[in-house]
């Protein structure tokens, strides 16, 4: 469904140059006090292309995603969207650049003090895209394009289950009809046929022209049916010296062939050495 | 742990007091630590409360954003202040009446309730009850949104958290404060004169007549003027601990804490300087122990 906005200036500006990628990290590294999340990533994302980034919790996914947005800043190295690095525009530039971003948050994000209606119609009424009864509009559609009823408008949501929640997260980030979709553990805490719903959203949004994605998640079947392209991040403090912490990238189907052992350890869900960490931490308490 | 190796080099040469130099210097590096922390909090403070200033002077956000924070701050502290300002009036005639009469100057009670109340005690006391009652809240509830990332969320949408979370509250506390301290200030008044004039008996006119030679305009204005200030110091300190919440409930309930404590520790300073300020400006412009208007 296409909703056509009043005044809207989302649409300008996206043609850009089909040839480039959309998004570039160029040797980023991140650092929290003196800890190293992520080490010299060097990433490209091509238009229209779903990528989904798989790997354990805490090697980085989360930050990689705040840092492509421009909510964590880089120590070093480059974060490029559409040929400008995001970490040197000014604000006006920056937020106008966000308008061209859909971002959802693994527990929605939703803000509590507004209505569902209000959560999906604040990015629009923010900058000023729409009024009134077009609001209301465009409000119900992107509603029914998640597949809620008109009633959940007047709700707050407190009053919605996770996976209500997280629809409505995914229609206030499609409300601008954003270029590049940003997916944060969109089905952790969902029982597997909501996940699958949750799916089958981010598909029917990947196929809309020109909407590139980039998924993190730990679910594999969301890797397996959503992704065009799946890379495995790798904690940076386990990683050999010189190793990339990138330590697979390709298709889904390569996914299944891997040779990295760490890789087809979390592909098939075993702990492997974790388990003997385990043990010997528990024996070191013992003792 | 048993298995200690035994060739462990001795890194602490044994002739030079280990024991004590290890305790200096953890000692120094403990302070040390505690003064960066310090004056990097005050820093980032001051560039937190220099945005403020650049979206107030540049940018306000919608009458839909402000006026519900306005309603949370102004009519919905108005109940407490004054019911507080009505206590403290009486509390200050029922302390100082046995003094006052010792002395023969039961009369003079008026003027010494009155002008503790418009100059200090209603400004301070409004500040307070305001840190207490909506800088804790500012503090949880922007803390929350932190936690939450539904300041993220924000920023992802192209909003600015500092325009739309902190303007509003920071408007509303410094454009409401001076009235909620007038209010403190009349409920004040007016319960130091009944304890006084019906409770305890002191003549009326004597009460009134002694409370408006002492007290002027002067006194009302300088609760009024620092009130904008402690207004705009609950506001910047609430919002700001809001802002750099810890993660988990005990971060959000710390950083509601901390809103309150520092914010009364700073109003109570700031009172003390703006109080040198103003009566060094009073007594430059030639008025010491007379009554400007």
Known sequence: ?287 | MSSVPSSRPNKIPTTELPGLRDSLVRWVSDWGGLVVDAMTTVGDMAIFTYRVFLWLFTSWPSRGTILPNFYQVGVLSLPVVALTGTFIGMVLANQSYDQFRDIGLENQLGAVINMSLVRELGPVLAATMLAGRVGSSMAAVIGTMRVTEQIDALISMGANPIRYLVVPRFLACIMLIPALTIMADFMGIVGGYFYSVVMLGIDHYQYLNNSRQFVGGWDFFMGIFKSFFFGGTIAIVSCYRGFHCQAGAEGVGRAATAAFVISFVLILVVDLMLNILLNAVYTSLGFAGKKMF
């Open chain 1, 1 to 287: 469904m296409t909703t056509t906005y009043p005044s809207s200036n989302t649409q300008t500006d996206r043609a850009g140059d089909p040839s480039q990628p959309l998004v570039e990290l160029r040797s980023m590294t991140l650092q929290f006090s003196r800890q190293t999340i992520l080490n010299k990533i060097t990433l490209s994302i091509p238009r229209g292309q779903t990528l989904v980034v798989i790997g354990e919790s805490g090697c980085g996914k989360t930050m990689l995603l705040k840092t492509v947005v421009g909510l964590t800043r880089p120590r070093s190295g480059q974060v490029v969207y559409d040929g400008d690095d995001i970490h040197t525009l000014n604000d006006h530039d920056l937020t106008n650049l966000r308008c061209k971003f859909g971002f959802v948050f693994q527990n929605a994000a939703l803000f509590d003090s507004m209505t569902i209606g209000q959560n999906i119609a604040f990015p629009l009424q923010q900058h000023d895209l729409a009024q009134g009864r077009d609001v209301n509009r465009i409000v119900f559609d992107r509603l029914a394009e998640v597949g809620l009823p008109d009633s959940v408008a007047a709700k707050r949501p407190a009053q919605l289950s996770g996976g209500m929640r997280k629809r409505v997260g995914l229609a206030r980030a499609l409300v601008l009809e954003p270029e590049l979709m940003l997916y944060d553990e969109p089905t952790t805490g969902l029982d597997p046929i909501m996940s699958d719903v949750i799916n089958e959203l981010m598909l029917r949004t990947s196929a809309k022209p020109d909407v590139t994605s980039l998924i993190i998640t730990h679910d594999m079947k969301t890797a397996y049916k959503v992704a065009d392209r799946v890379i495995m991040l790798y904690p940076f403090s386990r990683l050999e010296k010189g190793e990339d912490q990138i330590i697979f990238d390709g298709t889904p189907q390569e996914l299944e062939q891997a040779s990295d052992r760490r890789v087809r350890q979390f592909v098939n869900g075993e702990a492997g050495e974790r388990l003997m960490e385990l043990r010997s931490s528990a024996l070191e308490n013992f003792e």
